[in-house]
């Protein structure tokens, strides 16, 4: 069985900066492209960043120049760093993987949240 786990998510203030991990972990062959999604109260799940098996890498605008998405393939593991964080960029942050397991498929994570406030 498949699990993503995140971690890393609080309380910071407007500027502040959040490191986001998440830890795939089960019977595991491979694990193609890795991304982070969030969602705040009342709007749609949005894409915020992914990388693929190889290191390359996709922003929403939203997120240019203060995100920075990596992973690290031997301890399946995907990392958001987020710096100059604003208070637009609270909400419930979600790892998300396509996963080859027993076939391949799109896992998600349970979410941890982000909450930018003074």
């Known amino acids: 069985q498949v699990q993503l786990v995140e971690s890393g998510g609080g309380l910071v203030q407007p500027g502040g900066s959040l490191r986001l991990s998440c830890a795939a972990s089960?019977?595991?062959?491979?694990?193609?492209?890795m991304g982070w999604y969030r969602q705040a109260p009342g709007k749609e799940r949005e894409l915020v960043a992914t990388?693929?098996?190889?290191?390359?890498?996709n922003y929403a605008d939203a997120v240019k120049g203060r995100f920075t998405i990596s992973r690290d393939n031997a301890k399946n593991m995907v990392y958001l760093q987020m710096n100059s964080l604003k208070p637009e960029d609270t909400a419930g942050y979600y790892c998300?993987?396509?996963?080859?397991?027993?076939?391949?498929?799109?896992?998600w994570g349970k979410g941890t949240l982000v909450t930018v406030s003074s």
């Open positions: 990388i693929s098996n190889l290191g390359n890498t």
């Open positions: 998300n993987a396509h996963i080859l397991s027993n076939g391949g498929r799109v896992y």
């Open positions: 089960g019977s595991i062959f491979s694990i193609n492209y």
